[in-house]
Every structure is written in structure tokens, then in C-alpha cells.
């Protein structure tokens, strides 16, 4: 048995690594396990491999509306695809110099918690039990997959998306699920030459998010071409030599590939059978009746974000290192990286509270102009009895910029007076929130 530990942290992903780099730089010792890639799945199969696909298709996308080429260059989707694989094995060579460089003890093995007493837990890993003053549990999460898909190369989830690209010739598409995934996905796909279907159970894209954004998506997808299959849940993917048969609605198609995206489920196999099948958190983030146990991130259920994740991590290590000055965020940004890219920040909707909504219709505000004509859009959400805003969404060209704003107002509980009196650049995209709150005044200076 190994010396004894300030914190073992099993994960590597976004979840984990923060607060192990956080205690490390603070002097504490720390190991940290992960048994396939640093980084989780945001780094590897999710934001970072998905983001990079988006912005080579967009950069793709303006080249062509600017007359700059003249069409797509051959094989664009699969050079696509491996720019994404290639920007998430940068991105986890840089976490591991960072744990290096920090003192993080990292051990490439499967990890499982065997048990905690009052003082100490044990923590298991190949042939080795490590023992730690606190653990943290990032585990993350794993795609969900349905019993009514096989599994096959032309069958993949965003796993087998980011880690072997698609089969050669797989111009024709389906994608199984209208959520965040599904909606960034078939953007890229079809922006960088490929027929696309997208079909989702419920009877709209985005059913986790506001119908406002909701319909901004399903007209930016039709505007790409998307067929868009709104309830319409899928009963069956089978896999055939050169074709995938998708049935639907009842009828069955066929497509060169199917990518299904229909969810995350929680990955802790590594501590239930210590800890129950019922995980509950403090304020603090420790289990109860498990007070040295975080849970953080994608292992303590939704909403699957992976700055919720880092936010947490941060909670951690704010409390084992004694941060008064911490605060645990209220609210976390849903942001879609879309074109537009969508954003909703809501603390609470419904009684009590007025919204305003803000279009410019197919113009932009002058810092936008040289973009694509596409719908700009700002509500904002504020209680009736104190005018303390309470939501914030948004869509057009840098929304995912102006997440952040969106986001400190709400956690701070400022009130539309309190925006109106802050300066917004001109031009700048943030104007967007800034119109809305005066609009809400009646003091908007863009309507007649």
C-alpha cells in the first residue's frame, strides 16, 4: 500500500483534473486515476473534437457564400473528421504536461472505491489499493445506446464518431436525436457536403431548451437542407455490407450511416457497489453519509455540461482548501454552437415574470453586418415585482460570447435598471442584451 494521499481523484476528464491541478499547485498531494484518455469525453469525443468539426465547416461554408472557392474540396467531410480527431489528441497532450508539470501522481488503470472510514478511503487500481484523505468522483458519463440499434462500423455514437471518423463513401446520413448533439452534428454534416436526416422522438429539435430556440434551429436546419423528422421515435437500426436500414414512423430507409445521439447516462459502476445505487449530495458536493466523497459532473446526473463539471471541480477544491471567498454557481449556460448559436441562461420562468423579446428579423446590429443574413434574437426574462432578470436567450452570430454576461446577471441578481447602466461596445454583438433591457424600459432607441 502506497503512502497515503490528500485527494484521489478518479477521473480525468473536465470533472476531475481541475481540482486535482487546483490541490496539487496548493501544496497537497494528489493522485489521479484514468483508464483511457485525460480529458473525459468533453475533450476527446464531445466539445472539443465537435467544436473543432463545426468551425471547419463554417469557415468551410464562408468561403463559398464569399465566392472565395467555389465549391467544397474533395473528400472536405473526412478531412473535416480528422482535423476534429487530430484537435482532441492535442488537446489531451496538453493535460498531461499540465499534471506533470503540477505533481499530479497520474495512474492509467481502472479505479474502484472500496470503502471509506472516518479518516481515510481505499481506492483500488490494477493490482494496487492507494489510500486518501478525500476522493473525488468525476467519472462522467457514457452515450446511451438503445436496444433497437446493433452495432456495427456504420452505426456509431459520438464515440465511435470522434475516434474512427465515418465508413468511405457515407454521404447520406442519419442522425438519431434532436438534442444539443444531433442539432451541431447535422449542421456540420450537411454544411460539409453530406444528405442529412435528423429524427427525434419528441415533437420538436432541442426539447430540453425554450420553444423560442427551438424554432430558430429547425429554420437554421431546413435553411442547410436538414430533413427534419419531428415525432418520429426510430424502432429499429440494422446494419447491412454496405448500408445502414433505419424504420421510422413506419417505414424503413436506407442510409450509408446512422449516428446515434440520443442521450448520456451516468457512469458508476466504480463506486455503487461501495456507496448504493442512490447517490445524494450536500451543498458542498459530498455525499451524504460519505462526507470525505465528491460527486461531481456528468456522474451526478444532468444537466450533462461540461462547465458544470469544471464549476464543480472548483466547488471541490474551494472546500478541501478552505476558499472562503467561493461561491457555487446557481445557474449553468446551455449553449448550442450552432449558426447562430443559441444560448439560454435560466434561473426561473413562469409566475411572476415578464418577458421582452427583441428581434432584428434577418438584419444585424452593425457589428454583425458581414455576417451570413440570419435571425438575431435576444428575451430577457424579469420578475415583475423588483425587476431582477431572471433568464436571458439569446441567438445570432457570437451568442456563445455573450453566455457569460448572460450568466454573471443572473447570478448576481441584477435587475434590468442595473444592465441598462452598463456600457456595451459599439458595435459589438453583447448590444444585443443591452437593446433588449431598454426595449423591457421603454427606452429602446432602435424602433419607431
Sequence with gaps: MSAVYDLAVMGGGIGGYPAAVTAAKAGLKVVLFEEVFLGGECANYGCIPS?????????AHEARRLGIVGG????ALHKALDFAIRSASEERGGLEALLSRVGVNVVREHAV???CDANRCRVEAGDRVF?????????????????WAERCERILDNRGLFSRGLPDGADHIAVIGGGVAGVEISLALARLGASVTIFEALERLLPGLPESLSRIASRMLRRERVETRVSTPVSRVKCRDDHVVVCAGGECREYDAALVLIGRRPRLDAVQNTLGARLERDEKLRLRGNPNVYLVGDAAGPPFLAHKALMESLTVAADILGWGWWRRPRVYPQVIYTDPELVDVTLEDGEGVRSIRYYWGFAAPARIRGHPAQLVYAEIGYRTDNGRIVYVRLAGPHASELAAEAT????RGLTLRDVAGVTHPHPSASEAILEAVLEALGAGYHRA
Design 408 to 411: 454573471l446577471i443572473i447570478e
Design 72 to 75: 467544397l474540396p474533395e473528400g
Design 113 to 115: 472505491l472500496r470503502g
Design 51 to 59: 467544436k473543432a468539426l463545426l468551425h471547419y465547416a463554417l469557415v
Design 131 to 147: 489510500e486518501a484523505r478525500r476522493v473525488l468522483v468525476a467519472t462522467g458519463s457514457q452515450p446511451a445506446w438503445p436496444s
